[in-house]
């Protein structure tokens, strides 16, 4: 699975910078989004936007997201190629929820180096965010693909649908944050985790299915991807917290994040349902300090370790990704490519970064 996102990775960023290039000019400026009223600033959008989204976009990232998509289109009998643009949809989307999800979290840091707003301003970064969940609209308005008046309206009203859920799962989060008690039930972590992550994995199958003109499949291929989204979510959470294991306590501020933001993962409502009530009373207090030391997130790691929660969430993941791959029984998909959504939902668990 690595080596088709290794291979794919390349084109989809090539064609995201149809989308966004890299240089922004006066006639990008005017085909892209008309005629100035009066006269735009390209430097000013250039640094504002250009620089900031392609700072994080360079910096890593799989486009899974990108790469499921162009899977899925494959797997109902149509040329991958023939739909790059619509692919670069859910792929900027997600990355524009990173941005302003790394503002709301107080995030430290983003692939390695610092989360955009300490490099770029909060302000900055917060438009740059905000703009990436607009600019893919232009992708169906545009229509490259010579859709039917129908099938574009299907695609704005699902998106519309998808994203508006999308925030329902960042709102139940960032109220979690604000509060010292955990008192999550793991159905609502899994419904947060199915909006907030889950809908950007629907967003790339129920696109692939509408643009395909495949509607009889639509719901079979979003619940893939939701269960398979939400199992990489709880499966990312855990080697945060793995390699911070591996590291032994001697590590810097980008490791050990979900603990230092005070993030109420899966393993942390498992803790607190079965820990000692002291070991849960210093949890809390270690995830609601300001900041931690080292040596406190490595105190909270153990307390999880200790009550069976890393390995718990672990087999939460591990049974939402065979429950993916179960969505596409019955579905009527080309062998080779849902062979190939088989091993993804595997791949999001299994990897080791």
Known sequence: MRSVLDEWRPIVDETIESLLPREVD???LTDFFGAASFAYDPTAIQNALADPIWDLLDRGGKRWRAVLFLLFVDAFGEDPEAFLEYATI?????NGTIIVDDVEDGATHRRGSPALHHTHGTDV???AGNAMYFLPLKVITRDPANLSPE???AAYEMLTFELNRTHLGQGMDICWHNEKEVRI???EYLEMCACKTGCLGR???R???????NPDAEDAAANYAEDMAVAFQIADDVLDVEHAMEEGGSFGKGVGNDIREGKKTLMVIHAADNASPEDVARLEELLWAEENTDEEVMEAIDILESAGSVDYARGVAEDLSAESKAHLDGVDLEAGPERKLRSFAEFVVERER
Not at 90 to 94: G, K, N, S, W
Not at 207 to 213: G, N, P, R, S, W
Request: no cysteine.
């Open 203 to 205: 967003i790339v199958a």
């Open 90 to 94: 859910p792929e900027v989307l997600h």
């Open 125 to 127: 970064a917060l438009n």
């Open 185 to 187: 039930t793991e159905p």
């Open 151 to 153: 099938t574009r309206l």
């Open 26 to 28: 006066e006639a990008y």
């Open 207 to 213: 696109l692939a299915a509408i643009v395909t003109e």
